[in-house]
DNA sequence: CACATGATCGCCT
DNA sequence: GGCGATCATGTGG
């Protein structure tokens, strides 16, 4: 089951003149993708509320040549069923033992690529340290497995608004923690907001 | 069935 | 910078 979201993060899109992004968005390049979420909104509603933070930070996973994706070497298993849905689905998996990671599908149904949310900024005054980690944005939205598979635009409880406003600095840089990946490890997939206190320094390169 | 490990985090030095 | 927590998942027998 999902859990309650932090308070904190209760927000208003129709305020903010929010709008969704028309399914063709998710459907081409993933890179280009993982670079245009930044400054994006992650929302979930629940309870008739919404509750939202702005994205500074992602990942792009490349599907069956990428040795850090779940979806490597052609691999297809239930818990990684979502990432071969058309774009603009939701891929939730558990890590760790303890910690949740969410996804935005990319690409035609069929490809397995998606983007790694990685860290956002709270509407208002909210600490800067509250979302600055893929499984701290998880909990502090109160995602978790059960919203794997959930399609981001059919009008349901979770959605990804276009960012508003000019794009912000973008940084870029290798993949966090996939070590294990060999010589996709390097690869630039990594992008971040550069003025964003989110982002912590010291993973910037 | 058995077992190794991970798209992390917070606390320690 | 290092390390332990903690368990679903994937792989191999």
Redesign the pocket.
């Known amino acids: 089951m999902n859990s309650d979201p932090d308070p904190r993060l209760r927000f208003d899109p129709q305020d903010l003149g929010l709008t969704e992004f028309p399914r063709d968005f998710f459907l081409t390049d993933t890179t280009r993708i993982a670079r245009e979420i930044i400054g994006t909104w992650f929302a979930r509603r629940h309870k008739n509320q919404w509750y939202g933070a702005r994205i500074v930070e992602t ?1 792009a ?1 490349l599907g069956s040549t990428d040795a ?4 490597r ?1 052609g ?1 297809r ?4 069923e979502p ?1 071969y849905q058309e774009g603009g689905h939701l ?1 939730v ?7 949740h ?1 969410a ?1 935005v599908v990319t690409r035609p149904a069929g490809i397995a690529e ?3 949310l ?2 956002a900024e709270g509407p208002g005054d909210t600490p800067s ?1 509250l979302l ?6 998880c ?1 502090a939205l109160g995602i978790t ?1 059960a919203s794997s598979g959930m399609d981001l635009l059919s009008g349901g409880n979770l959605c990804l608004f276009q960012r508003i406003g000019k794009g912000p600095d973008i940084g870029i840089s290798k ?4 070590d ?2 060999g010589e996709a490890a390097g690869w630039p997939l990594r992008f971040f907001d550069k003025n964003s206190p989110a982002v912590s320094k ?1 993973k910037n390169i």
Request: with cysteine; charged share 20%.
């Open positions: 990942e996973y850090a994706a779940h979806s070497r691999r298993t239930p818990r990684i990432m891929y998996f558990f890590v760790y033992g303890m910690h990671c996804n998606a983007v790694l990685r860290a340290k600055s980690g893929p499984g701290k944005l909990k497995v993949r966090i923690g996939v294990y990946a010291s």
